[in-house]
């Protein structure tokens, strides 16, 4: 069936060390959203991306889509305590939106 | 700024009883999902509706399991009997557009134990 995976599963950083979490599709996907998760709490939407290619920015935080429309990354740049949360990707398979497992952020201040 | 609404928030139930769940998404969303999150893992849908149609209920046991949503506004989920894998958080979203294509906004969650 239609399955997003997402690496790492965990990761620990300083305060002002970069971040990156990885989304892979074994097929191409219509979409893919990012949603964050802090503890305790529910997801959240962060962004979406349609095109092939497509790069978008938040501030500190860069969202790119694959050309093949597989795979996907967000991007912290300089992490900060509020960072803290599990991140998941999603992708979109026609009118159904799977998520991957999620990436675990830690920051040590 | 509107939300989607959940209640109970918490949950404590024995196996073999039944539970229910609320949602209220916001308003004027045509389309509501329910997922269950296993914890350490991400929200899988149980059940998805377009105003008060079923458009996908594949992964959602209906042996146990059963949702409504009679006028396509608030909708409830419903176990019964209730098994002890049954723990994890159950979470309502809902979006504007029809087709699924837009934003999904979560609610805050049930979080259910079953003991």
């Known amino acids: 069936g239609q399955q997003v995976m997402q690496i790492p599963q965990y990761q620990h950083v300083q305060e002002g060390e970069d971040f990156t979490t990885y989304c892979n599709s074994s097929?191409?996907?219509?979409?893919i959203q990012w949603y964050k998760q802090r503890p305790g709490g529910h997801p959240v939407f962060l962004i979406q991306?349609?095109?092939?290619?497509e790069v978008k920015k938040q501030k500190r935080l860069t969202f790119q889509f694959g050309e093949a429309k597989k795979n996907s990354s967000l991007h912290i740049t300089a992490t900060q305590t509020t960072d803290v949360g599990t991140y998941f990707c999603a992708g979109r398979y026609g009118n159904k939106l799977v998520f991957g497992a999620g990436t675990i952020l830690r920051v040590k201040s | 700024e509107a939300e989607v609404a959940q209640s109970p928030r918490y949950k404590i139930t024995e196996k073999s009883q039944a539970v229910a769940f609320w949602c209220d998404p916001i308003s004027g969303h045509a389309t509501l999902y329910w997922y269950r999150q296993i914890l350490g893992q991400g929200p899988e849908l149980l059940v998805q509706?377009?105003?008060?149609?079923?458009?996908?209920d594949s992964q959602l046991p209906k042996d146990r399991f059963s949702a409504e949503r009679l006028k396509g506004v608030d909708s409830t989920l419903k176990i019964q009997p209730a098994e002890l894998g049954d723990s994890a958080m159950y979470l309502c979203?809902?979006?504007?557009?029809?087709?699924?294509?837009?934003?999904?906004?979560f609610g805050p969650g049930t979080r259910l134990l079953v003991l």
């Open positions: 979203a809902s979006s504007l557009e029809r087709g699924g294509q837009e934003t999904q906004y």
């Open positions: 509706f377009q105003d008060e149609s079923v458009v996908d």
């Open positions: 991306l349609v095109k092939s290619g």
């Open positions: 097929t191409t996907l219509s979409n």
